[in-house]
């Protein structure tokens, strides 16, 4: 475990091309957050470039099937040193809502498919699709959304 910011991580939660997700916790607020990161292995200009991106678009976005982001900064010294080199100084990180229920993809199927249909209905409701395919390992979903 280790600090980010205002945010002690926990454990990771997920990896991705780009990125990892920890579960976190805000140390004044003693708030459940989930943090993306850049991986220090994917940590070049276009990908940060692109967290950035994600950032602003995301926070763009008002609606319950999308979680919101609470908070974004750069990787400190510190914390890249603690990181046991997953983390890259000066690369972004994203902390947002943490959907408690995990991975849309660790769903049972009927579930599965009504929570993505209305994923994609947020997406289009939006006007702002950031991204061109739909990933169930890279959803996830909270104990309100989706019924």
Not at 92 to 114: F, K, V
Request: hydrophobic share 45%; aromatic share 6%; charged share 30%.
């Amino acid at each position: 475990m280790w600090t980010l910011g205002p945010f002690e991580l926990e454990r990771p939660l997920a990896r991705g091309g780009m990125g990892e997700v920890w579960r976190a916790t805000h140390r004044e607020l003693g708030q459940p957050v989930a943090v993306k990161v850049v991986r220090a292995d994917r940590a070049d200009a276009a990908a940060l470039r692109a967290a950035r991106a994600e950032v602003e678009a995301v926070a763009a976005l008002d609606h319950p099937n999308i979680v919101r982001i609470f908070d974004f900064g750069t990787i400190d010294a510190r914390a890249a040193a603690d990181s046991d080199g997953r983390m890259v100084e000066g690369a972004t990180y994203i902390a947002m809502e943490l959907a408690a229920r995990g991975a849309l993809s660790d769903c049972p199927p009927p579930r599965r498919w009504r929570e993505a249909r209305d994923l994609l209905l947020a997406k289009l409701h939006s006007h702002e699709a950031t991204e061109t395919r739909l990933v169930t390992d890279s959803v996830y979903h909270d104990m309100g959304v989706g019924g």
